[in-house]
């Protein structure tokens, strides 16, 4: 079975540094698309941030300077280190993957998600 498990969320001040992490197991992780989206309350899911099989990297304009997203091939592990946090970030942050290309920041390009953690930045 696909699974996708975040970790690393919780409650910090502006400023104040988090990292992500997000364990995967039952699909091809090396050869997979993975990304960050976001969702808070009332709002669509965002996406953040992505990185492609060549560890090419991509961003949402305001978290540009802010946010890497990185990953461990060996742990088949994603993460995202949040630098510079700011009140707006808060949401309940989403790992994404697909294993058969990877087209963009977007929430229909991707097949496989985990269940979320909240980001709280006050």
């Known amino acids: 079975d696909v699974q996708l498990v975040e970790s690393g969320g919780g409650s910090v001040q502006a400023g104040e540094p988090l990292r992500l992490s997000c364990d995967t197991s039952?699909?091809?992780?090396?050869?997979?698309?993975m990304a960050w989206f976001r969702q808070a309350p009332g709002q669509e899911r965002e996406g953040v941030a992505v990185?492609?099989?060549?560890?090419?990297?991509r961003y949402v304009d305001s978290v540009t300077g802010r946010f890497t997203i990185s990953s461990d091939n060996a742990k088949n592990t994603l993460f995202l280190q949040m630098n510079s946090p700011k009140p707006e970030d808060t949401s309940v942050y989403y790992c994404?993957?697909?294993?058969?290309?990877?087209?963009?920041?977007?929430?229909?390009?991707?097949?496989?998600w985990g269940q979320g953690t909240q980001v709280t930045v006050s």
């Open positions: 994404a993957a697909e294993d058969w290309g990877c087209f963009g920041l977007d929430t229909n390009n991707f097949g496989y």
């Open positions: 039952g699909f091809r992780f090396m050869v997979s698309c």
């Open positions: 990185i492609d099989t060549d560890g090419e990297t």
